[in-house]
């Protein structure tokens, strides 16, 4: 499939979603929100799949919610946002109940719901010049894609709440420090370190994989409750007047 901002392929039981609105960052728009979804639940539903690879065109991974659409619907913010937010969360879940594990080819940065999203993956191949940063307070808002589900579990509680209140930018190093990384590619490797642990997948007995993911995926019977808690939250965060003020400042054309 080839959607508008996404591409989308299986092949040799794999499936591959790539962002690709890198002129806008790989912002998430509602275009991109909604294709991405759609191929999430059709990766998902297939149970011959080894592995799911998710990348990015450009120079970012994704900056995260697209802001300028938000205050394109400034009149209506608080339920753009709340919708927005629960297309992306089904799509979340959909990557966790998939019985192929889900990895993230970080090239650039991810940031707001990117840095969501890669912390939801399973495994995360980063380039040394990837950068992670959480951004949501900075913007008056609070995390959705299940950041405040999974970094607290990756990171641990006291890390993960600093990386979401103060927002510092990680490099890929201390991502992996942290346990948000899972290996780090030499210059100019990203691509071929991700086929050399796609392999690894492929070359492991029938099933074996999939049987680990189904047992680590038991203990995260709250993530359901914490997806919708982390919806309601960004949605009226986002109509309070200093989430917009935010919002219209970061926004600005900034004085060179």
């Known amino acids: 499939m080839t ?6 392929s299986i092949e040799n039981r794999i499936a591959r979603i790539e962002l690709a609105r890198p002129a806008a960052r790989n912002a998430m728009d509602a275009g991109l929100i909604n294709h991405f979804a ?22 970012w991974f994704s900056a995260g919610g ?36 889900v990895i993230a080819a970080v090239g650039g940065v991810a940031a707001g719901a990117g840095f969501s999203l890669v912390c939801a993956c399973d495994l995360v191949v980063a380039s040394a010049q990837a950068r992670f940063v959480s951004a949501y307070t900075s913007s008056g808002l609070t995390p959705d894609g299940g950041g405040t589900f999974f970094l607290p579990r990756i990171a641990g509680h006291r890390a993960a709440f600093d990386i979401m209140a103060t927002n510092p930018v990680l490099t890929a190093a201390e991502a992996k420090a942290l346990g948000i990384v899972s290996r780090i590619a030499a210059d100019g490797a990203l691509d071929s370190e991700v086929e050399k642990l796609v392999a690894n997948l492929q070359a492991q007995p029938e099933g074996a994989v999939a049987a680990l993911k189904a047992l ?16 309601d939250s960004i949605a009226a965060r986002a109509a309070t007047p200093a989430a917009l003020a935010r919002i219209e400042a970061f926004l600005k054309p900034k004085a060179r």
């Not at 959607?3 to 989308?8: G, K």
């Not at 913010?77 to 089904?90: N, T």
Request: net charge negative; aromatic share 4%.
């Open 3 to 8: 959607a508008r901002s996404i591409e989308f």
């Open 216 to 231: 680590f995926r038991r203990s995260e019977a709250g993530l359901a409750a914490q997806l919708d808690a982390e919806r």
């Open 66 to 101: 697209d802001l300028k659409e938000f205050l394109a619907n400034r009149d209506r913010i608080q339920p753009h946002v709340h919708a927005m937010a629960g297309v992306l969360h089904a799509a979340i879940l959909d990557l966790r109940r998939a019985p192929a594990p």
């Open 38 to 59: 759609e191929a999430c639940a059709r990766a998902a539903s297939d149970p011959s799949l080894i592995a799911i690879v998710i990348s990015a065109q450009g120079e």
